[in-house]
């Protein structure tokens, strides 16, 4: 049977999916693909029709979008990272959906005015709102992490590589989190773990 087979490179979002197949792992043929013209070429756009990495080949499967993309690797490989009873498996997908949706926006708005934006054309003042209004998203995190090491308990699970996965960038752009204790303490311990540094080798 095929390996299966992840296109992207560790600078981008595909360090998430990089991150979880290194975790879950199994073996796998990783495809490097960039973000630029790369994803735009068609036989990626064969994979993936968005023109956007990561995506993930295994068998008569395709999939797109990191968050599933994990969910998948996990549920299919990654034995105890998987929650596999019904309330913490909604809660794995529960914090799957609140990162894209509550961190990832004003996080890329930061990564955008540091990264993307010509010096001459900063805005502070948009830096100033993206970081006000992660902190509220970052509270909820705070006071979920209190008196426990992950998301679902104690051992780590995919629910905490996803979130820590795509909050990958805060620490890029040296977002200051010192406010959220909670929050630094299980990120430094979701960053330190080997499958991250081998998902960065990997994927350059």
């Not at 390996?3 to 992207?8: A, D, E, H, S, T």
């Not at 792992?25 to 993936?48: C, D």
């Not at 629910?159 to 795509?166: F, K, P, T």
């Not at 890029?172 to 998902?199: E, G, H, I, T």
């Amino acid at each position: 049977m095929a390996k299966p087979k992840l296109y992207g490179v560790s600078g981008s979002r595909a360090i998430r999916s990089l991150w979880a197949i290194e975790e879950v792992g199994i073996e796998y043929e990783h495809v490097s693909v960039n973000f630029m013209e790369e994803s735009k070429k068609p036989e990626y756009l064969a994979v993936n029709p968005n023109g956007r990495i990561p995506a993930l080949q295994d068998g008569d499967l395709t999939l797109f979008e990191s968050m599933a993309i994990n969910l998948y690797l996990a549920k299919t490989y990654g034995g105890d990272l998987y929650a596999r009873d019904p309330a913490n498996e909604a809660l794995a997908w529960q914090w799957s959906v609140w990162v894209m949706t509550e961190i990832e926006p004003p996080q890329m708005d930061i990564v955008v005015q540091k990264f993307f934006t010509p010096e001459e054309r900063r805005s502070a003042d948009a830096i100033a709102a993206a970081e006000k209004t992660l902190a509220r998203p970052l509270k909820v995190l705070d006071d979920a992490l209190a008196n426990k090491d992950g998301l679902l308990g104690d051992a780590f699970s995919i629910a905490d590589l996803n979130v820590s996965g795509v909050m990958l960038l805060l620490s890029m752009v040296k977002f200051d989190s010192s406010a959220y204790s909670n929050v630094k303490r299980w990120a430094d311990a979701c960053y330190a773990r080997p499958s991250l540094d081998r998902a960065k080798a990997v994927g350059k």
